[in-house]
């Protein structure tokens, strides 16, 4: 009788399959760091209504919001060499880079900061606005200038306001590294696909990646927390 | 010594603040009275250009400065000879108590962090909050949080203290704590302008009291004279009521 799940199979496969994990790692890690950085920016340009700038933020977090991500994976896979090919023979520009030569993980890397970026800067935002007016009035009260007070006052208590959210965004994020095999990017996902078609053993690879994607995720949930009870302790009150 | 000279505020088409003349002297302290929406916040704020107001100039320690055309530099000069403190405190939540004082010594006036922290620890001595200065704003009482907002504004040795009513937040066991370092502060030879509803206090600490309603000032005199022989009927039905209540 056919067996319902090639245990062997499956455990021989995980090792290799995990073999990986650094590479889900790294891409998550990296496009929430540019994310961050891209969402802060596109955060404060529409918090202080930068002319020209503003109402294009709001149609990349439009656009972002509104198409898949994978959508958003082949358009940059695709349109980027096109744009990049074109400015060369057009104009002669960027001409020390050869496009056949670019590593997908740079297009993976592209397009999941530009994605997380437009999220991320609603989270922002919003955490940008939770905090107070009275307090923007207090720093300038005392003559601090805009960045002073973003930088020491605004932003510690905003990120701690996002922090639970860009933990969420963050295991999302590695979860749609799932995503990043289609254009050629072998991750844990990339390698099970390849393991399993070799044995015809899919359900069992993909078992085993589930038991990575899943502890993975389990142990930044927790590890969120406990940063965040300890990024939290000027709110808590009454002690004294 | 401070002066404001005609200063006009508009918010849109509402004219808030009708041609307002105001002289305090070095050490003198002034009350400002008067039933809400009169103007009075929006004065203070006008002062250290939290709001800019439409018209009118603020001359602070022989720097006059035009409202409509002030630079950069004038307003930052103007904050830095004001001190405020607001009525809903307004510390900064994510620093500690010693902190709050501390910022604008450091970031602005770029003392060293030693000599900031020798200050800010006198001022929490003198508002009786030492033993709290490793405290989160969270973990202390609304007075508590008062005092440092009135150490905060002093860090800077202000020319002028403004005070925005900084009792009516409080709940009324704690509004005496309050009351009383602002009484000393003012004992001590600061030039202070307070707009508050404690019209006992105002009597006690004033010595100029003036009478605010729809943006203009209705009547100013020392203290002792506005609270036993107002001359304008308008004043004396304000204040008969307001002492009632
Ligand atoms: N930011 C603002 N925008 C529009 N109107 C305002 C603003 N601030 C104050 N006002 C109006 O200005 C008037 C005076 O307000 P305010 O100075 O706060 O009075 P007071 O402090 O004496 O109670 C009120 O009618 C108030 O509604
Ligand atoms: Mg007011």
Redesign the pocket.
């Known amino acids: 009788m056919e067996k319902l799940l090639d245990i062997d199979y499956l455990i021989k496969s995980y090792p290799h399959i995990l073999k990986y994990l650094p590479v889900t790692i790294w891409i998550s890690v990296a496009s929430m760091v540019l994310g961050i950085a891209i969402g802060l920016a596109t955060a404060l340009i529409r918090l202080y209504k930068v002319p020209v700038l503003g109402p294009l933020s709001a149609l990349y977090v439009s656009f972002v919001r509104g198409t898949p991500l994978l959508v958003q994976i082949y358009l940059v896979f695709y349109g980027i060499p096109k744009f990049i090919y074109y400015f060369q023979t057009q104009h002669g520009w960027m001409t020390g880079i050869d496009v056949n030569y670019v590593s997908p993980e740079v297009y993976v890397l592209l397009s999941f900061s530009f994605n997380l970026g437009a999220y991320l800067s609603e989270t922002i935002r919003s955490a940008i606005e939770s905090v107070d007016r009275g307090q923007f009035e207090a720093a300038d009260a005392i003559g601090l200038s805009r960045t002073q007070t973003m930088l020491k006052i605004i932003l510690p208590q905003a990120l701690t306001v996002a922090l639970p959210n860009l933990g969420n965004t963050f295991i999302s994020t590695i979860k749609d590294t799932s995503l990043v095999f289609v254009i050629g990017v072998i991750d844990i996902m990339g390698e099970a696909k390849i393991i399993g078609a070799r044995g015809l053993a899919y359900f069992e690879v993909f078992i085993a990646v589930s038991l990575i994607y899943w502890p993975v995720c389990i142990i930044i949930e927790r590890v969120l927390v406990i940063v965040e009870k300890r990024i939290r302790k000027y709110e808590r009150s009454a002690i004294s | 010594m401070i002066q404001l000279q005609q200063i006009h505020k508009y918010?849109?088409s509402?004219h808030?603040l009708k041609g307002i003349d105001l002289t305090v002297g070095k050490g003198e302290v002034v009350a400002i009275l008067?039933?809400?929406?009169?103007?009075?916040?929006?004065?203070l704020r006008s002062i250290n250009f939290l709001?800019r107001a439409t018209s009118g100039s603020i001359t602070i320690n022989g720097r006059t400065v035009d409202a409509a055309s002030a630079s950069k530099q004038d307003v930052l000069a103007l904050r830095l000879s004001t001190g405020m403190v607001f009525q809903q405190y307004h510390l900064f939540k994510n620093l500690k108590v010693l902190q709050n004082v501390m910022l604008g010594l450091t970031d602005v006036k770029k003392l060293s962090p030693a000599k900031a922290k020798e200050i800010s620890t006198v001022l929490l001595e003198k508002v009786g909050l030492k033993d709290r200065m490793n405290h989160y704003p969270s973990q202390l009482s609304g007075g508590q949080q008062q005092r440092v907002g009135i150490a905060r504004a002093l860090a800077l040795n202000p020319e002028v203290l403004l005070f925005?009513e900084p009792t009516s937040s409080l709940d009324p066991e704690l509004v005496d704590e309050v009351l009383s370092v602002i009484k000393q502060v003012a004992s001590e030879g600061n030039t202070m302008i307070i707009?508050t509803h404690e019209l006992g206090f105002a009597r006690e600490v004033a010595d100029r009291v003036v009478f605010?309603e729809d943006g203009i000032v209705v009547e100013e005199g020392t203290a002792e004279q506005m609270f036993t022989n107002p001359l304008k009927e308008r004043t004396r039905q304000f204040l008969s009521k307001a002492l009632r209540a």
């Not at chain 2, 008067?34 to 004065?43: A, C, D, E």
Request: charged letters at 15%; zero cysteines; proline letters at 6%.
């Open positions: 918010y849109g509402q808030v008067g039933p809400s929406g009169s103007g009075k916040s929006t004065l709001e925005d707009v605010m």
